[in-house]
């Protein structure tokens, strides 16, 4: 489980940050899951800096584990 948040986490990451270049600079076009998502048409970096944040929450949860060993 805990592999599982921190592979989601990272993918929340790179969507969010990939979203934001392609936002800011035009790149990764066909890449960003934002784009596609028409209910978020106008709210795009605010939807990309909170996958962002969500991501970075996901892999601080994933990292700071309750002492287990991977």
Do not use: P
């Not at 993918?11 to 600079?25: A, C, K, P, T």
């Amino acid at each position: 489980m805990r592999k599982l948040v921190e592979i989601l986490g990272f993918l929340f990451l790179i969507q969010g940050v990939g979203g934001l270049v392609y936002e800011w600079i035009g790149w990764f076009r066909l890449w960003v899951v934002v784009r596609f998502l028409d209910f978020l048409q106008g709210y795009e970096i605010a939807a990309n800096i909170g996958l962002i944040v969500i991501g970075l929450l996901m892999l601080v949860l994933a990292w700071s584990g309750s002492g287990e060993k991977a």
